[in-house]
């Protein structure tokens, strides 16, 4: 799919007068990462059919400093956060969603601290809301005996408790829905945390992507759903390792539901 | 008299020597950075109910949940007995409690049911630990004290549930006799099954007498002696289990806390008409100047919360068997992290015993945690989801990576692109602003 998209800008929403429904934290994977490009324009899908009155910043977003600050760079992290505190406090922004569960866990938990309260939701979380309050809707049918395993972020999960929506958005699929051993709250890492997604792995004896890559595979599943543009990133690696990449497909929830929706 | 006077100069030693250490390990706790945690009170002593009291973490593996409680149990449960056994110590007397009558009986009769519970579940451990070998007890940082400490830990039980129950059966049978001093009180289920088992009866109520005097204080001797092992053990944990819940972190894992002077120094450069703040004082720790520092070079930069965490840990492994670094072969271990940091304490804690002050001795925690082990943790907090105690390693490696990154600019080549990146792209790669907005086209 390549069509272009219009998505509006808080810029241009403000200068129209108006106030988004919704802000859309797209973030830094979400907007230059190949892959994770995909998982923004079928949430954006969804936005749009939805009719969700939403904007992003565009070009006056910057990385929120997940990264930095578990880096041990708390003098980055808050360089970013402040600046984008200010941009976001500048346009009266309340409500944000983003697809990404590190971008949600520092402007949920860790922006108050600097001056920053929203409410922020995950986009599992958003998407559920959606299909609850009947402003979308999805058939099934396409998925009618797949089987798909969901690979639980950390800091969407454990991090924040939250394991539910992601399930309850997949169970709209009509497929099978099967749990690796290790799930919620004793879910695996995949190896991208902590800023490990910009570094090589300390050494070891394997990959922590391999080792969850094949408790996915060992589900047997057709799809492995993510909720996390890293975690999808790690996981597709890890079903390459495997050559099980023409078997397997990695999807992000919001990618599943653009289209089973069709949108 | 004479051994009332013996016991009661045991008894005051021993509880000395135990409020000597214990008050040691709390100014030792204290080393670390002031921090106050006194909110959501409601939430925190539900918490340590359901954690602590309830041990609802241990139960998520049910062996060693199970048996962890039978000697939890056992534990608070028997001490009701050491309380009669201090009086009776005391003031010559033979079971003070008798004059409960049947609800005498009822205590008695459980004790020995969860004796026996203690008996098994210590013998269970031991096998999982030497038989079974569970490769968490059998990781690097478990080689020498670690693995003898939880060996000396479960003898002990098993020695003073075996000198408990020798102790009733003599008892049962001089009761039986109506030996002078030994009056008919409590229930023996499982020390009269012993008796009859070995033939108690058949020996001199001179013998039984020796028997249950021995086994008394073997007993009572025993339990003063562990009382002070276990300062010096990781068996400080039945103690220190309940305020380390107390304490713990309430905020959602991931959420790591604010650093609030470098906020003011980052106001300041971005606004230069904001102020720069104070510098931060110098604290007077142990009688030596400790600088502030960005994260934590040794023990005195942590929260004292973490050093709690540090004497709370009981080594149990579940942290390290569900860390994914670990699990994949790393050197991380967030077991050895807790280990490293309590060993660094003791070691700072016994300088400052010898010369009355702390010195710099040239080493920190980072003598005893590499960078490799810092760098592998993902931050995906399994540890302190596994941990039975709430404890929390992340913070510590987190902390320690800042002191490497702020203070020695230290650390993966890597992050220090992501570092540049991030500064001047405002994105962890080396793309630009005006390209955000590629995606809608792409």
Redo the contacts between chains.
Sequence with gaps: M?Q????P?MAAFTASGEVPEVLFW?G?A?????RA?KI??AFVRILNAAKVKFA?L??????T?D??????????F???A??NVTVLNGYGVKRIVTACPHCF?TLK??YP??GGSYEVMHHTQFINALLKEGRIKVQGGGFNGKRITFHDP??LG????EYEAPREVLLKLDAALVEMKRSK??G??C??????????????????N???GEEALGTKPDIIAAGCPFCNTMLTDGVKHFNKEGEVVVKDVAELIAEAGEL | MIAQVVFGILLIAAIALFARNLGRIGRNIHLGKPEAINDRKAERWSTMARVALGQSKMVVRPVAGIMHSLIYAGFIIINLEVLEIFIDGLFGTHRIGAFLGGFYDFLIGSFEILAIGVLLACIVFIARRAIIQLPRFHKPEMKGWPSKDAMIILVTEIVLMCAFLTMNAADFVLQGLGAEHYTQAGSFPVSAAIASTLNLSNLQPSTLITMERTAWWLHIVGILGFLNYLVVSKHLHILLAFPNVWYSKL??????A??PR??G???S??DPSVPPPDPAPARTVAGAEVPER??AKDVFDLSWKSLMDAYSCTECGRCTS?C??N??????SPRKIMMDTRDRLEEVGEAIDAKGKWEDDGQSLHSRISE?EL????????CT?ACPVNIDPVSII?EM??????EESS??P??T???NN??NN????A?G??????????
Excluded at chain 1, 58 to 63: A, L, N, P, R
Excluded at chain 1, 196 to 201: C, G, L, W
Aim: charged content about 25%.
């Design positions: 390549s272009s998209l219009a998505v800008t797209v830094c979400g907007s230059f990462d190949d490009r923004t324009k992003v565009g070009q006056e977003e910057t990385c400093g990264p930095a600050r578990r880096a041990g760079n708390e003098f980055l808050q360089m970013q402040l600046q866990n938990n860790e601290a600097l950390c800091y454990r991090g924040n408790n709250q004793n695996l890492c190896g991208a945390g902590g800023a490990q997604m910009f570094k090589e792995a300390e050494p070891g004896a394997r990959e922590v391999h080792e969850r | 905020a959602p894992r991931t959420e790591f604010n650093m470098i906020t120094e980052v106001k450069m971005i960005f994260g569900e994914p670094a699990l994949t072969g790393k050197l991380l490799e760098w592998a943790c993902t931050t995906c907090n399994a989801q987190m990576r800042r002191y490497k990154v702020m650390t993966r890597a992050l692109s992501m570092f991030v500064e405002g994105a962890p790669w793309f602003a005006d390209r955000r907005m590629e995606w809608t086209n792409s």
